[in-house]
């Protein structure tokens, strides 16, 4: 069964670089169609997609974040990780990482159990 | 860019049938996935490619789309089935997976 799980500090200061990784099990990162995404949802709020990577390092990213974004890939490890410079109170969210399977019209098919990332001043 | 609208909140006594849309422009042109997510766990998806459901989800969960509005509904509702639910398409034009606001379904 594959599983997805986030891992990095829980706290960051504001301004500094938010880093996360996502570790995937019971199934391979390179695997041909299948993007590795992460999302975040503030508290209360809804969902917004960060962005998607493929194994090969091909990404989409949301414009909105863009210039603050960095996905990367790892697929010796099964991972992929987030980076998230110059962060603000706005960015404080539980963050979650999913399989992003662009062969089925981009459905999220399998996610991480989330992590709150707080920023603080 | 793309936007899709979903009401903010749903009510259903036990045993009725709960009904969550998402309205969007040329939705029928679309693929609609559908997430339910329970407070504090992460989403799961309950309906993919507008209809079409993942091993493991019941019957009683169904999808359907008409016009510019995509609708989920949810059969012989349970208290368990109290959440938030999420639509979710991938815009094409922008490259970018859009989702709803999410409705929060409240059983009585």
């Known amino acids: 069964q594959l599983q997805l799980q986030e891992s990095g500090p829980g706290l960051v200061k504001s301004s500094e670089t938010l880093s996360l990784t996502c570790t995937v099990s019971?199934?391979?990162?390179?695997?041909?169609?299948?993007?590795w995404g992460w999302l975040r949802q503030p508290p209360g709020k809804g969902l917004e997609w960060i962005g998607s990577i493929y194994y090969s390092g091909s990404t989409y990213d949301n414009s909105s974040l863009k210039s603050r974004i960095t996905i990367s890939v790892e697929t010796s490890k099964n991972q992929f990780s987030l980076k998230l410079s110059s962060v603000t109170a706005a960015d404080t969210a539980v963050y979650y990482c999913?399989?992003?399977?662009?062969?089925?019209?981009?459905?999220?098919?399998?996610w991480g159990q989330g992590t709150l990332v707080t920023v603080s001043s | 860019s793309y936007v899709l609208t979903q009401s903010p909140s749903v009510s259903v006594a036990p045993g009725q049938t709960a009904t969550v849309t998402c309205e969007g422009n040329n939705i029928g042109s679309r693929s609609v996935h559908w997430y339910q997510q329970k407070p504090g766990q992460a989403p799961i998806l309950v309906i993919y490619?507008?209809?079409d459901r993942p091993s493991g989800i019941p019957e009683r969960f169904s999808g359907s789309k008409s016009g510019n509005t995509a609708t989920l509904t949810i059969a012989r509702v349970e208290a368990g089935d109290e959440a938030d639910y999420y639509c979710?398409?991938?815009?094409?034009?922008?490259?970018?997976?859009?989702f709803g606001g999410g409705t929060k379904l409240t059983v009585l």
């Open positions: 490619y507008d209809s």
């Open positions: 019971g199934a391979s990162i390179s695997r041909i169609g299948y993007y």
């Open positions: 979710q398409l991938w815009d094409s034009s922008s490259e970018h997976p859009m």
């Open positions: 999913a399989r992003h399977n662009m062969m089925a019209a981009g459905k999220f098919d399998y």
